[in-house]
């Protein structure tokens, strides 16, 4: 078992070479290209790895196999929310957090995305949303909806945006100002996500 260090311009990689010596899989295509083969049914390569074990991709000379995809520890990638119907009606001229969810990160960044409605109970009645992270209201993105002249009519939004926090744990909110009037929110259903791009 011997292993290999290659840097370039992305890094470096750890290839875990298997079982006594490969002879001659090593060849260089060219200036740029290390090609890595095995040649022996008994010979294996692991790549992405600290130990054979646990390596990402381990190359044999007849099938390439998917392994273990490195996750951090005590990391919360994906988040979900949704609610349907359950309404609460909202005075005007307040700010409400309306749904949320609850994200641990390793430092990348978190796309966030929310839909969902809200009745007027009132003429000429709009809300506000946009994301909200921990008590910090975001800029990142922002719908304003009007409600038509007919009370009662459902008023549909859609938001989405990105958020790029240090590394931790945080709860996002769908936050949302009422407006000339007062609105039942949500009245159909509404649904808030935040994914760890990585």
Do not use: W
């Amino acid at each position: 078992m011997r292993s290999i260090d290659i840097q370039d311009m992305s890094g470096k990689a750890n290839i875990e070479v298997v079982n006594s010596t490969l002879g001659t899989p090593f060849t260089n295509a060219n200036d740029n290209d290390v090609v890595f083969y095995p040649t022996d049914s008994n010979q294996s390569i692991h790549i992405g790895c600290v130990t054979s074990s646990n390596s990402m991709l381990k190359v044999t000379k007849s099938n390439v196999e998917i392994r273990n995809l490195y996750t951090p520890s005590n990391v919360t990638r994906y988040a979900t929310a949704s609610q349907i119907g359950g309404g609460v009606l909202r005075s005007a001229g307040a700010t409400y957090n309306i749904l949320s969810v609850t994200i641990t990160t390793s430092g990348k960044p978190v796309l966030l995305m929310a839909s969902g409605d809200f009745n007027p109970e009132a003429t000429d009645v709009y809300c506000t949303f946009n994301f909200k992270r921990d008590t910090t209201s975001l800029t990142c993105a922002k719908q304003v909806s009007h409600a038509s002249t007919t009370i009662g009519r459902n008023m549909p939004f859609s938001i989405m945006g990105m958020d790029t926090p240090a590394a931790g744990t945080y709860t996002y909110y769908i936050e949302c100002y009422v407006g000339n009037g007062n609105a039942t929110i949500p009245e159909g259903g509404m649904s808030l996500t935040a994914v760890e791009l990585f």
